[in-house]
C-alpha cells in the first residue's frame, strides 16, 4: 500500500534541505537596508525550521557578509547604503528566527570587489549540498529579487528543485514591481511556489511529537 505521507509531493523528507537567504537585522526593520514588510516572513520560516529540525533534515542560513569597504555600497560608487557588514550587529541573524544549533551558515558576498547575490556565488555551498545528496531546495528569506531570485536561478540551472515559499519572501521594491517581476520569473524558471497553507492541508505539518501515556 502506497503510504500517503511519502506519497505527498511537498512533504519533506530525505533530499531535501531548507534554505533561508539573509534574514539579518540590517533587512529587517530598523536596519540599514530594510526590506519592507520583511519582518513578516520570520513566522512563517520558524514553522519550516522546527519542520525541517524535527525531521533531522538539513537546514542552512544563508547571510550577506560585507567587508567593510564592499563595492556594492555607496561609498565606494555602489548602489547600496553599507550594510551587513560582517561581524557587525546589522550582519547577525535576529533572534526571533529561531535556527537549531546544527544551522550551516553560508556566508556570501565576503569579497570587497565582487557583489554575490547567489548562494551559489561560492562553490562551497554547492559541494555541501551534494555531499548530503540534496536534490531539492525549500526556499524563503530576503530580498525577492536579489538573493533569493539569483539563488533560485543558480540552484535551477545546477538541476535542483525548488520549492518557493512564496509567503516567506519579500521583495525590496526599488522598483514596484520588482518583486512580483521576480516571483514570476522564478515559476517560469521552474520552481514551484508553495504557501504554508498548502502543506497544513496536505497533512505535512505535523511535528513529531510524543504520544501521552
Ligand atoms: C541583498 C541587496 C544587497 C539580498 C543583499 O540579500 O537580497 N540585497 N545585498
Ligand atoms: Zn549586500
Redo the contacts with the bound molecule.
Sequence with gaps: MVDSVSANPLFPGLGDALVV??VQRD?LAGGA?SVPRGDEVIPVLNRYLKLFESRSLPIFASR?WHPRTHC?FAEQGGP?PA??VRDSFGAEFPPELQLPSQVQVVSK?TEPDREA?SDFAGKDFDDRLQERQIRRLFVGG??TE???LETVRDAVARGYAVLLLIDAIRP?NVMPEDGRLAEEEMVRLGAVPIRWEDLVRAGCTQVATRRPL
Excluded: G, M
Design positions: 537567504i539573509d533587512f537596508l550577506d556594492s547600496w550594510h551587513c558576498a547575490y530576503l530580498a536579489y538573493c533569493v525590496l
